[in-house]
């Protein structure tokens, strides 16, 4: 079994500029480190995939009709890493992972950031995958803007949703690990005035590097920079979040049920068979006893 770090990682609420604008911040530094640590992610990876499992943690609490509603948020570049998947959910549970985790680039040689967005590469598609008041599916895309995903949600926000946001999204990896992760999303609520938007764009592009702001501060601190001068009004408590997958022993079992017979006999013959949870990568080594008690396909689909 994978170790699994203490859920340390929170989500904080917030309204500004008398209710007209929304706050949600993410302190993803635990869920990204398990991300890494889960998936074995190069460092440039450990960026990308960290920055769409905030997104899709605050996208889930924007986008969100019910308090465990979940937003799978994928994204098809054509850089390296291939493509990456980030499921969140509107009670704090994140998980994702991509195509090729040793995917790597150098820093950028302008500012000696990592190039998450060349690694995911600018020509592509992001697309949204939520649930209507219906239960059903419902999923809105658009073009990447420029790979590094913040744009991207925000352009994706804007297009698709017609909700102007400003989306900042960070990962800070020091001594081979992930030092600080997280992401804030401000959104522009029915009633936000021009000045209060401009004082909102102003106070963000004062901040300069998300990254360089969560090395130096919490997240709380963070946000009252966001909203400088806009009267923040701050939820009493935060939420705990996670990264937390939905498999298990038993799915894992009953993933065999569709093989055939000859097929099952086969790993059976071979000492069980392992299967392994892309989400999470978690491996179940799936004993043949456990696969012999399976039912036949054609049973299973009468029961």
């Known amino acids: 079994m994978i170790d699994v770090i203490a859920p340390a990682s929170y989500i904080m609420r917030g309204t500004a500029a008398g209710g007209t604008l929304r706050l949600v911040g993410i302190d993803s530094t635990h869920i990204v480190e ?49 493509w990456l998947v980030a499921e969140g959910s509107a009670d704090g549970l994140v998980r994702g992972y991509v195509r090729d985790p040793d995917a790597d680039l150098p820093p950028r040689t302008s500012d000696d950031k990592l190039d998450v967005g060349g690694l995911v590469g600018k020509n592509g598609e992001l697309a949204v995958t939520r649930l209507l008041d219906n239960a059903e599916p419902w999923t809105g895309s658009v073009e990447l803007v420029s790979g590094e995903i913040a744009q991207d949600v925000a352009f994706y926000l804007a297009s698709s949703e017609q909700i102007p946001s400003a989306v900042l999204l960070g990962v800070y990896e020091e001594g081979g690990k992930v030092a600080r992760a997280g992401g804030l999303i401000v959104q522009a609520m029915p009633g936000a005035t ?88 978690e491996h179940y080594k799936i004993n043949p006893d456990e696969i012999a008690a399976l039912d036949a396909p054609e049973e299973h689909a009468r029961a």
């Open 34 to 82: 398990e991300a890494r640590l889960r998936h074995h992610l190069s460092k440039t990876a450990t960026a990308a995939l960290g920055r769409a499992l905030s997104a899709s943690a605050l996208l889930a609490i924007l986008l969100g009709k019910k308090v465990d509603s979940r937003v799978t948020l994928r994204i098809q570049g054509d850089g390296p890493l291939g």
């Open 194 to 281: 021009d000045a209060t938007l401009k004082a909102m764009e102003e106070n963000i592009a004062a901040m300069g590097y998300f990254t360089d702001n969560l090395r130096q501060s919490s997240l709380l601190e963070v946000m009252e920079r966001a909203a400088k001068g806009l009267d923040l009004q701050m939820a009493t408590a935060a939420q705990s979040a996670r990264f937390q997958c939905r498999c298990s022993r038993e799915r894992a079992i009953q993933s065999l049920v569709f093989f055939g017979g000859t097929e099952r006999q086969e790993m059976m013959d071979d000492g069980g068979q392992e299967v392994v949870c892309h989400w999470c990568n």
